[in-house]
Protein backbone atom coordinates (compact mmCIF):
# COMPACT_ATOMS: atom_id res chain seq x y z
CA UNK A 1 0.00 0.00 0.00
CA UNK A 2 1.20 3.19 -1.08
CA UNK A 3 1.30 6.03 1.58
CA UNK A 4 2.83 9.17 2.84
CA UNK A 5 4.14 9.89 5.94
CA UNK A 6 4.87 13.28 7.41
CA UNK A 7 6.81 14.10 11.03
CA UNK A 8 8.14 16.75 12.53
CA UNK A 9 5.37 18.53 13.31
CA UNK A 10 5.25 20.39 17.79
CA UNK A 11 4.15 22.84 19.78
CA UNK A 12 7.14 26.15 18.94
CA UNK A 13 7.29 29.52 19.87
CA UNK A 14 7.06 32.54 17.61
CA UNK A 15 10.32 32.99 15.81
CA UNK A 16 11.23 29.52 16.27
CA UNK A 17 12.25 27.08 13.52
CA UNK A 18 10.80 23.68 12.28
CA UNK A 19 11.67 21.22 9.59
CA UNK A 20 8.88 18.72 8.47
CA UNK A 21 9.49 15.41 6.77
CA UNK A 22 7.39 13.62 4.29
CA UNK A 23 8.35 10.20 3.82
CA UNK A 24 7.02 7.80 1.30
CA UNK A 25 6.39 3.79 1.66
CA UNK A 26 5.40 1.62 -1.40
CA UNK A 27 6.68 4.25 -3.59
CA UNK A 28 9.47 6.63 -4.36
CA UNK A 29 8.82 10.16 -5.07
CA UNK A 30 10.95 9.60 -8.57
CA UNK A 31 8.69 10.87 -10.95
CA UNK A 32 6.25 13.16 -8.65
CA UNK A 33 6.05 16.72 -8.17
CA UNK A 34 5.56 17.12 -3.86
CA UNK A 35 3.48 19.92 -2.22
CA UNK A 36 3.35 20.95 1.02
CA UNK A 37 -0.64 22.26 2.07
CA UNK A 38 -1.64 23.13 5.85
CA UNK A 39 -5.49 23.44 7.25
CA UNK A 40 -5.96 25.20 10.42
CA UNK A 41 -9.35 24.83 12.22
CA UNK A 42 -12.48 26.30 10.00
CA UNK A 43 -10.44 26.80 7.13
CA UNK A 44 -9.55 25.79 3.56
CA UNK A 45 -6.51 23.77 2.99
CA UNK A 46 -3.71 26.08 1.18
CA UNK A 47 -0.92 25.38 -0.31
CA UNK A 48 2.67 26.65 1.36
CA UNK A 49 4.98 24.99 -1.06
CA UNK A 50 5.69 22.63 -3.90
CA UNK A 51 9.00 20.97 -5.48
CA UNK A 52 9.04 19.76 -9.21
CA UNK A 53 9.31 16.19 -9.90
CA UNK A 54 13.20 16.75 -10.99
CA UNK A 55 13.68 18.86 -7.91
CA UNK A 56 14.61 21.60 -10.13
CA UNK A 57 12.00 24.40 -9.72
CA UNK A 58 10.13 25.47 -6.14
CA UNK A 59 6.75 27.68 -5.85
CA UNK A 60 5.68 29.11 -2.29
CA UNK A 61 3.07 31.05 -1.23
CA UNK A 62 3.65 34.79 -0.48
CA UNK A 63 3.38 34.25 3.30
CA UNK A 64 6.11 31.72 3.70
CA UNK A 65 8.52 33.30 0.39
CA UNK A 66 11.94 33.57 2.16
CA UNK A 67 11.01 31.51 5.55
CA UNK A 68 10.57 28.06 4.03
CA UNK A 69 12.60 25.50 1.82
CA UNK A 70 11.37 22.46 0.34
CA UNK A 71 13.64 20.18 -0.86
CA UNK A 72 14.46 16.47 -1.26
CA UNK A 73 16.86 13.96 -0.15
CA UNK A 74 17.26 11.34 -2.44
CA UNK A 75 19.58 9.35 -0.78
CA UNK A 76 16.87 8.36 1.43
CA UNK A 77 14.29 9.37 -1.03
CA UNK A 78 12.34 12.48 1.92
CA UNK A 79 11.30 16.03 1.12
CA UNK A 80 11.61 18.26 3.75
CA UNK A 81 10.13 21.61 4.02
CA UNK A 82 12.37 23.53 6.73
CA UNK A 83 10.15 26.53 8.44
CA UNK A 84 12.14 29.47 10.06
CA UNK A 85 10.97 32.71 11.83
CA UNK A 86 7.35 30.59 12.31
CA UNK A 87 4.81 32.66 13.31
CA UNK A 88 1.21 31.99 15.38
CA UNK A 89 -1.00 32.15 12.10
CA UNK A 90 1.37 29.29 10.88
CA UNK A 91 -0.64 27.00 13.42
CA UNK A 92 -2.07 24.18 10.88
CA UNK A 93 -2.19 20.66 10.82
CA UNK A 94 0.52 20.46 7.47
CA UNK A 95 0.20 17.88 4.58
CA UNK A 96 2.65 16.30 2.16
CA UNK A 97 1.04 15.56 -1.48
CA UNK A 98 1.64 14.12 -4.39
CA UNK A 99 1.19 14.66 -8.15
CA UNK A 100 2.18 13.44 -11.31
CA UNK A 101 3.11 16.47 -13.32
CA UNK A 102 3.50 20.00 -12.89
CA UNK A 103 3.06 21.06 -9.57
CA UNK A 104 0.44 23.33 -8.97
CA UNK A 105 -1.18 25.51 -6.15
CA UNK A 106 -4.22 23.52 -6.06
CA UNK A 107 -5.35 20.57 -3.77
CA UNK A 108 -7.33 18.82 -6.01
CA UNK A 109 -4.66 18.47 -8.20
CA UNK A 110 -2.89 16.12 -6.05
CA UNK A 111 -3.60 12.78 -6.01
CA UNK A 112 -2.01 10.86 -2.61
CA UNK A 113 -1.85 12.88 1.07
CA UNK A 114 -0.42 12.17 3.82
CA UNK A 115 -2.10 11.97 7.31
CA UNK A 116 -0.83 15.06 8.48
CA UNK A 117 1.55 16.65 11.10
CA UNK A 118 0.15 19.18 13.84
CA UNK A 119 2.24 22.46 13.97
CA UNK A 120 1.40 24.66 17.09
CA UNK A 121 3.31 28.15 17.10
CA UNK A 122 1.99 30.10 19.94
CA UNK A 123 2.50 34.19 20.31
Known amino acids: QVQLVESGGGLVQAGDSLALSCGAS????????VGWFRQAPGKEREFVAA????????RYVDSVQGRCTISKNNANDTVYLRMNTLKPEGTAVYYC????????????????WGQGTQVTVSA
Open 97 to 112: ATIAGIVTTTPARYTL
Open 26 to 33: GRTFDNYG
Open 51 to 58: LSWNGYST
